[in-house]
């Protein structure tokens, strides 16, 4: 967004204590030195604030809530409380500044109003409780899911952050049914780190999975990583896209872990399926088991 000339303001809206200005931008410095992205451009057209979506305002002065109200046209809400073990309730706060966001979208000056994207997940749609539900109730068909917010809730019943997902897509599509305001819900998967750089969070499963090769001598194959800087190209391509658009989705490779890539750089050799994994992994801890090595043991 920040290397698009079209776009001459952006508005980055963070989480964190009033006035922290410093604060934020700094972290997103570090980041940006860290992922290898050009830092000037932090420089040039984006200003970072501190926010709470439930406030009056967004907890910003009126000045600059009044001045984003009347210019923003496009609204990409990506935060979100990362947490698999609590239930539901937890994330109201979050759900309810999401509903304060489409109010603003609605209040908006501009002309035809802003488009507004919500980052979802495929948990909105995956059930940890679908062995509970009949087939009728939840997706099971191969090939892609629908593009569709039909499903009924128990597609993701069993974990709160799904549920929360899901519950915000129902909140943009009724916005866009009942007033006509121009919102997209994108369920996004695993994406990995920028393929140009390589960098990844060091806690995620899949740099768990690469440290555990080392020592099992294999890596799963599994077509389910696509590049983040591919996918967040999809999802500004997809927010500016003409209404009915839905093309973009097939500029987003999705790579498996086990790649050709991979086995030329001499990574570990892959298993063609995740069974083969768990049964060498099993048979990893009961060899260390027979060597007294703690920190081992087989399920």
């Not at 604030?49 to 002065?61: E, K, N, Q, V």
């Not at 899911?145 to 597609?155: A, K, M, S």
Request: a positive charge; glycine letters at 10%.
């Amino acid at each position: 967004m920040l290397q698009n000339h079209e776009v001459v303001r952006v508005y980055a809206l963070n989480r964190g204590a009033p006035g922290d200005f410093a604060k934020v931008r700094e972290r997103q410095a570090e980041a940006f030195k860290m992922w290898g992205l050009d830092e000037s451009l932090l420089a040039s057209k984006v200003s970072f604030h501190t926010a709470d979506l439930t406030l009056p305002y967004f907890g910003l002065d009126e000045a600059t809530f009044v001045e984003m109200r009347g210019s923003v046209t496009a609204i990409v809400h990506n935060a979100w409380r990362v947490d698999f073990n609590v239930s539901l309730p937890s994330f109201e706060p979050l759900i309810a500044g999401a509903r304060k966001l489409l109010d603003f979208a609605l209040e908006s000056a501009v002309s035809g109003g802003p488009r507004v994207l919500f980052v979802s997940s495929i948990s909105a749609i995956i059930s940890t409780c679908l062995l509970f539900f009949p087939p009728a109730l939840h997706y099971t068909a191969a090939g892609p899911v629908p593009e569709t917010l039909d499903f009924g809730p128990e597609v993701a019943v069993g974990l709160g952050y799904g549920e929360s997902k899901w519950v915000t897509e129902q909140l943009f599509g009724r916005a866009a049914k009942t007033t006509g305001l121009r919102t997209t819900a994108v369920r996004v998967g695993q994406l990995s780190g920028d393929t140009r750089v390589g960098g990844w969070n060091v806690k995620e499963w899949v740099p768990a999975i690469v440290r555990g090769s080392q020592l099992l001598g294999c890596v799963p194959e599994k077509d389910d990583v696509s590049g983040l800087h591919a996918s967040s190209s999809v999802l500004l391509t997809r927010n500016a896209a003409p209404d009915g658009f839905v093309g973009a989705r097939r500029h987003c490779g999705v790579y498996p872990l086990g790649s050709a890539p991979q086995r030329r750089a001499h990574r570990p050799p892959h298993f063609p399926a995740a069974g083969h994994l768990e049964r060498h992994l099993q048979a990893h801890c009961r060899q260390a088991q027979s060597t007294s090595r703690p920190g081992f043991g087989v399920a």
